[in-house]
């Protein structure tokens, strides 16, 4: 059964000028700078091309397992009366949160799930690709993997403070 976007605008411009650069587009920098047309046109485009079919495949989780998934700021939309479902593409996973009405599946909040937490990790966000980038070759013009490289800095860092 064809499932229909519903997804507020509040939530399309967080997953479009947010959202994971594998899913919503490399070019994060530009997304953050979209007005509501930019937005609404680039998650139709994601919707349509990317987001849909895993979404239509997806088995159905039960309310306790979205609300696991989700967290706790999430969990208020995490009621009765609709089906909720995890899909991935690619590597990001996402639970959406679908509703019935006249025979049609309604897609009305679509979350971005991190990958489980692990109380041992840090995220790093540069300002841009290109810091990124550039972060990235020179790791690999001192022969080490970026993340290697940041892991090193940050504990030679700590170690600076008894």
């Known amino acids: 059964m064809m499932v229909r976007d519903r997804v507020h605008a509040a939530s399309k ?7 994971d650069a594998r899913v919503f587009g490399g070019d994060v920098d530009a997304r953050w700078q979209f007005d509501e047309r930019q937005v609404e046109a680039r998650f139709v485009e994601v919707w349509t091309s990317v987001l849909v079919r895993p979404l239509e495949a997806a088995p159905t989780i039960t309310r306790d397992e979205a609300r696991e998934l989700l967290g706790d700021k999430r969990t208020r939309y995490v009621v009765e009366g609709y089906e909720f479902r995890r899909f991935a593409v690619g590597f990001v996973e996402f639970v959406a949160r679908l ?9 009305d909040q679509l979350w971005s799930v991190a990958a489980p937490r692990d109380p041992t990790r840090l995220c790093v966000h540069f300002e841009s690709p290109d810091e990124l980038a550039r ?6 013009e001192l022969e080490k993997q970026p993340r290697d490289l940041l892991l090193e800095l940050a504990l030679d860092f700590m170690r600076k403070f008894p």
């Open 99 to 107: 509703s019935t009405r006249q025979s049609e599946l309604e897609c």
């Open 13 to 19: 411009k967080f997953l479009v000028q947010g959202g």
């Open 135 to 140: 972060f990235s070759a020179i790791a690999r």
